[in-house]
């Protein structure tokens, strides 16, 4: 287990702070994840912009990526804290457990992007021309592949960072696959 600690408000600097107070108007805490970046003066404002940057995805396309990249990278924070927002953005428990092994039964286009993002995360881009094909033949445009690769960074950097640093998971534990 790690030391890594989550610093509260008043260990971090005065720009993070105001991005906690932020946080704790929009989603009503600070999410331990988003406060082990304030160890750094500088990360948890990049990865707030990043994060909040206009996308092509919708927010229930968002969570596609999040639960089945998140699964693929082994990060038990971001499968428990995308588990509750894949809820309120409208999954069911069954259809976030399909997304998180990169696939939608219930839905072709949704089942092509979950497989996709694992596919991209995967082999690191190295998809091959039929996945591609797959991908704009769900409907699926080149600036939705650019908005899919950003979305997989996105979550990419807080699966590593808890991968790293194993912060304590403040969101209820998603169940084991």
């Not at 704790?24 to 990360?43: C, L, Q, R, T, W």
């Not at 990419?156 to 084991?176: K, R, S």
Request: charged content about 15%.
């Amino acid at each position: 287990m790690s030391n890594f600690n989550v610093p509260t408000r008043e260990e971090v600097s005065e720009n993070n702070q105001a991005i906690f107070d932020n946080l704790e108007k929009g989603v009503g805490f600070v999410p331990n994840i988003y406060a082990a970046m304030a160890h750094s003066k500088n990360a948890l404002a990049s990865y707030m912009q990043f994060l909040g940057a206009a996308t092509s995805l919708n927010n229930k396309q968002k969570e596609v990526v999040n639960l089945a990249v998140s699964e693929l990278n082994g990060c038990k924070y971001c499968q428990s804290a995308h588990t509750a927002t894949g809820k309120m953005n409208g999954f069911t428990d069954d259809q976030i457990i399909e997304l998180r092994k990169g696939v939608a039964s219930w839905d072709s286009k949704t089942n092509v992007l979950a497989q996709t993002a694992q596919r991209i995360a995967a082999t690191n881009g190295q998809i091959g021309a039929d996945s591609l094909s797959d991908f704009h033949a769900a409907g699926y445009t080149k600036e939705n592949l650019v908005d899919l690769i950003v979305a997989i960074g996105i979550i990419t950097v807080t699966n590593l960072l808890h991968n790293v640093t194993e912060v304590p998971i403040d969101f209820p534990i998603a169940v084991e696959l």
